[in-house]
C-alpha cells in the first residue's frame, strides 16, 4: 500500500541535542512538507520542498533544518537552536503542480518532547 | 498573504443531526482549492472532501458537502446524519498555485450520543 512514514513515533530528547524525525512517502510525490501542530494553532508550516535538492523555508523555519537528497525521503533535524520543540510534528506529501486531485497526504505524526 | 479562519473552536452535535463548520479565508488568486480535512483522536489527517474554486457546483461526498461562496470567500462543511464516528478536530486547508497550503486553527466536534 502506498502511504507516509513518519518515526519514530514518540521521541524525547534531551535540552541542547539534535534530533531527526524521518519521512519517508511511496507515493512517487515530488512535493513533501513538514509542519508543526500545537494546541489551537492549526498546523504551521515549517519547510517544504517541490524537487528533490531543493527546498524552502515555511513560516517557522527557524530552528530546523531539512535534506532532501531523495524523492521519498524528507528527514527533519530539530536543532539545539529551536526554543520550544516540544509538538506534534506531521510530514506530508502532494503531487507536484496544479490540478484538481492535488491534495495532501499525511503521515501518522511525531510526537516530541524536550524533557 | 493567505489565510485561513475558522472562528468555531469548538462545535457539538446530536447524534444524527446536521451541523456545519465555518471557514473563510483570504486571497487575491482567482484559481485556487480548498479541503476540509479531519483528524480523529488518532491524530491521523484524513482527507473529507474538496473544492475547485472555479466550479461554481458544491461538492460532496455521501454525508459531507460543503457550501462555497467565492465571492465571500467562504468554504462551509455540512455534516449530515451525524455519528459518532465524526467526533474529531476539523480543518479548513487553501492551495494556491506553487503548491503551498495554508490550513486554519480547527474546529473541535463532539458528536453526542
Known amino acids: 500500500d502506498g502511504g507516509i512514514t513518519q518515526s519514530p513515533k514518540y521521541l524525547f530528547r534531551k535540552e541542547g541535542q539534535n534530533v531527526t524525525l524521518s519521512c519517508e512517502q511511496n507515493?512517487?510525490?515530488?512535493?513533501m512538507y513538514w509542519y508543526r501542530q500545537d494546541p489551537g494553532q492549526g498546523l504551521r508550516l515549517i519547510y517544504y520542498?517541490?524537487?528533490?535538492?531543493?527546498?524552502q523555508k515555511g513560516d517557522i523555519a527557524e530552528g530546523y533544518s531539512v535534506s532532501r537528497e531523495k524523492k521519498e525521503s524528507f528527514p527533519l533535524t530539530v536543532t539545539s537552536a529551536q526554543k520550544n520543540p516540544t509538538a506534534f510534528y506531521l510530514c506530508?506529501?502532494?503531487?507536484?503542480?496544479?490540478?484538481?486531485?492535488?491534495?495532501?497526504?499525511f503521515g501518522p505524526g511525531t510526537r516530541l518532547t524536550v524533557l | 498573504a493567505q489565510t485561513v479562519t475558522q472562528s468555531q473552536p469548538e462545535m457539538s452535535v446530536q447524534e444524527a443531526e446536521t451541523v456545519t463548520l465555518s471557514c473563510t479565508y483570504d486571497?487575491?488568486?482567482?484559481?485556487?482549492?480548498l479541503f476540509w480535512y479531519k483528524q480523529p483522536p488518532s491524530r491521523q489527517m484524513i482527507l473529507v472532501i474538496r473544492?475547485?474554486?472555479?466550479?461554481?457546483q458544491n461538492a460532496t461526498e455521501n454525508r459531507f458537502s460543503v457550501n462555497f461562496q467565492k465571492a465571500a470567500k467562504s468554504f462551509s462543511l455540512k455534516i449530515s446524519d451525524s455519528q459518532l464516528g465524526d467526533a474529531a478536530m476539523y480543518f479548513c486547508?487553501?492551495?494556491?498555485?506553487?503548491?503551498?497550503?495554508?490550513f486554519g486553527t480547527g474546529t473541535s466536534l463532539t458528536v453526542i450520543p
Open positions: 506530508a506529501s502532494s503531487r507536484r503542480g496544479g490540478g484538481s486531485y492535488n491534495e495532501q497526504f
Open positions: 507515493l512517487n510525490h515530488d512535493a
Open positions: 520542498s517541490q524537487i528533490v535538492n531543493d527546498f
Open positions: 486571497t487575491s488568486e482567482s484559481d485556487y482549492y
Open positions: 473544492q475547485e474554486a472555479y466550479k461554481q
Open positions: 486547508a487553501y492551495r494556491r498555485t506553487g503548491n503551498q497550503f495554508y
